[in-house]
């Protein structure tokens, strides 16, 4: 018979929640936690479900953050199962979401099930922080949530993100920061005209020639100890009409900065627009910012997730802070101690999505232990 992990994981999995929709998965566990004493507030923003639940009143709070929402499947013919349809297959169980994240959402709240029975008075507030526009334009999401918690003071002290974390085997890795994200989209304007004939335009694919090999080459920071350094990577170069006679009128790229916390997201747009004039180009930019880095260093939540780790694994975990962005990102505004753990990373938004059995069951006692330490 499935322990109530495996079960709770299940039926989110069966559930079509492709962001931003939830699809029914936050009724099932506003249902679950309403019967162990959580304060559920449902706050929808746009397309978006959300919600914040709390469990106590006094000191510090400790919550768990994560979402319902998963990146479609693609062709259902690609997958061994149905994507939708969750299914163990040699100690794995197979679906959309099992790693990214609804596995870790089942852990939690079993967690809380399992803590809260055990210790119906603890201290402090036990909460969580569900949305289900993570994987999409995360703009009704979160964020949203976290504005509104902050526009009325709430506390946050720690939070936890179950975002797929391990790499190699559970808890290896701890996630406890990420870094800043920044988007340029850059048009150049040129003069278009017939190839040949130049004299009479002016190419701004040329133009923008040295610009680009000045924008590739510089090293905008050598990182620090909890941080690689900067990248820049260009995404997107388009010209042209499609003919090959016709030297294009504009020019457009995208590039991104993932950066470090030794610059800022000021720095860098001054940076960009003192090449770009150097450079002498006529141009139109648009920026658009994902997120700003954020760190958590010595705090009892990174010693609290390394010692529940490490009872029930004998894992000694690493901290990191490499990968994309995540949630995790606005709830640092709050000014709460955060960190990611969850399930191995190795299969999220691929085809045949699977995890562990034995680590979903072995994650919800790391959770529980970490509540157990933090609120006892």
Known sequence: MDCPVIKLAKQLIAQPSISPDDHGCQALLIERLAKIGFTVEQMPFGDTLNFWAYRGMEGETLAFAGHTDVVPAGDPTHWQTPPFTPTIINQHLYGRGAADMKGSVAAMVVAAERFVEKHPEHRGRLAFLITSDEEAAATNGTVKVVETLISR?????????????????????????????????????G?????????????????????????????????????????????????????????PGELFIQF?????????????????????????????????????????????????????????????????????T?????????????????????????????????????????????MELLLL
């Open 191 to 247: 003069t278009q005209g017939h190839v040949a004939y130049p004299q009479l335009a002016d190419n701004p694919i040329h133009r923008t020639a040295p610009f680009l090999q000045e924008l590739v080459t510089t090293q905008w920071d050598n990182g620090n100890a909890f941080f690689p350094a900067t990248t820049m990577q260009i995404a997107n170069i388009q010209a042209g009409t499609g003919a090959s006679n016709v030297i």
């Open 153 to 189: 003071n709430e506390r946050l002290d720690y939070c936890l993100v179950g975002e797929p974390s391990s790499q190699s085997e559970l808890g290896d890795i701890i996630k406890n920061g990420r870094r800043g994200s920044i988007t340029a989209n850059l048009t150049v304007i």
């Open 256 to 324: 991104n900065f993932r950066f470090s916390t030794e610059l800022t997201d000021t720095m860098i747009r001054e940076k960009v627009i003192e090449m770009l004039t150097r450079h002498g180009l006529n141009y139109k930019i648009e920026w658009s910012l994902s997120g700003q880095p954020f760190l958590t260093g010595d705090s009892k939540l990174v010693t609290a997730t390394r010692q529940a780790i490490n009872e029930f694994t004998g894992r000694t975990a690493t901290l990191s802070t490499s990968g994309g």
């Open 326 to 370: 995540s949630d995790g990102r606005f709830i640092a505004q709050t000014g709460a101690h955060v960190i990611e753990l969850g399930p191995l990373n190795a299969t999220i938004h691929k085809v045949d999505e699977c995890v562990s059995v034995d680590d979903l069951k072995q994650l919800a006692l790391i959770y529980e232990r970490i």
